[in-house]
């Protein structure tokens, strides 16, 4: 029997971890559900996460529920660890979207809604903490029906803002109404004055989920334990996981990787299609870069499964096979890192929610242990590939990227909780980006020292903004053989990530117009040596513009303030849209840089006395003011300094 894959999902504090334990506790996993404030709570293992009441990886349980079984994901809330949430949705059947009914719809499910939208991933919501004063379920019904037209309410509350709150069933006419937009026999039963049953009606609504065109909406109190029961008969009934061929090629996704000094390396897999038994030997095929890796993954490995493991509630069992459609747990695999396919990739593409927008230098606070951080960090980067952990020898130095100061706090607790190291990190520096200019030819000629000869001729355009990295090659393929054009393909992936500036190179097309290899003198490698030459030198005609990461800002704050926080907003080089005030209250949008928005929600809290709101969101990347410099040193031998880069790539330095 196939699983439906169930993620959880929610903006910080609107209840999300505590709904995963009722959840838990209403299907007979848990006796009795466990307290974010107590620490206690299953899904939220590592001691920090207790410690801080706040969800920093995702977690699953598995459990049946009337016959339907499920694989429950707890995804974080805190916009920090959106690539955890990124990685989910992959994997998922449906999701279940978290809103407070007391701080209704936010920047963050904007963001996550779209997202489902993006993956057709299948969403219901949970108006949650419907017990608190201030709360207000039809407010934030009437901002929903701006993200979807067709909202279909399935439960209401009654008693709203007291601990004697309760829900009821929700009018079955008023859906009908709704769900006659795509059903003719409804439309035709409420012409002839008749309510059809919600037995009826329930085809209809489990098609349109499907389809993203329908929203069903249960309401209730996660902490109260109320309408938990009617949130898991809802999924039961309008679900249907993806059975998956298992007789098929092995197809799956790696979502998620832990390491445990007991069992090792554990992949999280949900297996698409195939089934996968112990000692099964699978090609595992390497993920991409999160910019968009034109030279295209490495060559995939095979690796022997030694164990495979399945969910049953919070705990691992041994079960020694995996179907199509269902989630396990696989050790063995040496190689494998979060974003990894398994056979055949799966064909479709995983929207960006998470930008690191940060990088920071780390260290050792003892320099004889530099050896164990960086062992550390590479074992966290299989983890989280968006780390992006570089090494540099020459400097013996480590690099890290980062979506958030909270992450960084986290990185330091898991260094010290999980391997014992205390680690000394650098202030937090933005990560700026470059464009061309302009459009440039480059070229380079690779003929000496013998034997060697590669001669590549490039054009650089620069593309609009979001575009990343274009490859495109109308070389002739007698004059350089295609073998070899992937090697300047793959190679041209890996010289932009630094440009004139030190920074990654994006927004650019890059189109190999003309090369040459020899019969006798061309080495397999000489393209990796003459296509970086090639590229900065195109890139040194064309010149770069800097780029400078944009947060889009909603702010909720006291109208008495609003003189304060626009002067603000134009202080810290923003711009904004007209505010929106209704009585006493102010809701605006703003576009930050993030170099100087970095302290904005403290400021923000100071000006306001703690009574403002604030969400952001990653917004793109725009070019920076005339005059404006920043440089980060180079990595590495810069391929402009030929003479020292050819001695280099041949390791003769």
Known sequence: MAQNHVGI????????????????????????????????????????????????????????????????IDTPGHADFLGEVQRSLAVLDAAVLVISAADGVNTQVKVLYQAFLETHTPVLVFLNKIDLAGSSSAQVLSQLRELCSHIVPLTLPVGEGSRGCGIVPASAEDAAYVLADFSPDIEQSLLEGKIPLWEEMAPVLREQLSQGNALPILCGSAALGIGVRELLQALAGLLQADVGEPLGPVSGYVFQVR???????????????????????????????????????????REKISQIRTLAGT???????????????????????????????????????????????????????????????????????????????????LTLKLTGAIQLEVLEALLLERYGLAAEFSPPTVIYRETPSQAGIGFAAYTMPKPCWAVVKLEVSPLPRGSGIQFESCANKTKLFPQYQNHVRASVAETLRQGLHGWEVTDILVRLVDGEHHLVHTHPLDFFVATPMAVMDALTHTGTTLLEPIWLCTITAPSDCASRLLGEILHRRGTFDSPVISGD????????????????????????????????????????????????????????DRAKWILSARNAL
């Open 259 to 301: 390491h445990s000094p007991a069992m090792g390396k554990a992949a999280h897999v949900r297996l698409y299609s195939g089934t996968l038994h112990n000692r099964d030997t699978v090609e595992i095929c390497p993920a991409g870069s999160m910019q968009g890796n034109i030279g295209g993954p490495d060559e995939p490995v």
């Open 315 to 397: 705990k691992l069992q041994d079960t020694g096979v995996l179907r199509a459609g269902e989630h396990g747990i696989l050790y063995g695999l040496a190689s494998v890192k979060t974003g990894d396919s398994l056979g055949t990739p799966p064909p479709w593409k995983i929207p960006q929610l998470a930008v690191p927008l940060l990088r920071v230098q780390v260290s050792p606070d003892q320099p004889g242990k530099l050896p164990e951080l960086k062992a550390a960090l590479e074992e966290l980067g299989e983890e989280d590939p968006l780390l992006g952990l570089e090494w540099v020898p020459q400097a013996r130095q």
């Open 585 to 640: 209250t102010l809701t605006m949008q703003a576009q930050l840089p993030v170099a100087d928005a970095l302290d904005f929600p403290i400021r923000l809290a100071a000006m306001t006395s703690g009574r403002a709101a604030l969400s952001a969101r990653f917004d793109g990347y725009r070019e920076c003011p005339p005059g404006f410099e920043a440089v980060t040193p180079r990595r590495g031998v810069d391929p402009r």
């Open 9 to 72: 999902f929610a903006h910080v504090d609107a209840g999300k971890t505590t709904l995963t334990e009722q959840i838990l506790t209403v299907s007979g996993v848990l006796r009795q559900a466990g307290s974010v404030d107590a620490g206690t709570t299953q899904t939220d293992s590592l001691e920090i996460e207790r410690r801080r009441g706040i969800s920093v990886q995702a977690a699953g349980a598995g459990f049946s529920f009337e016959g339907t079984r499920f694989v429950l």
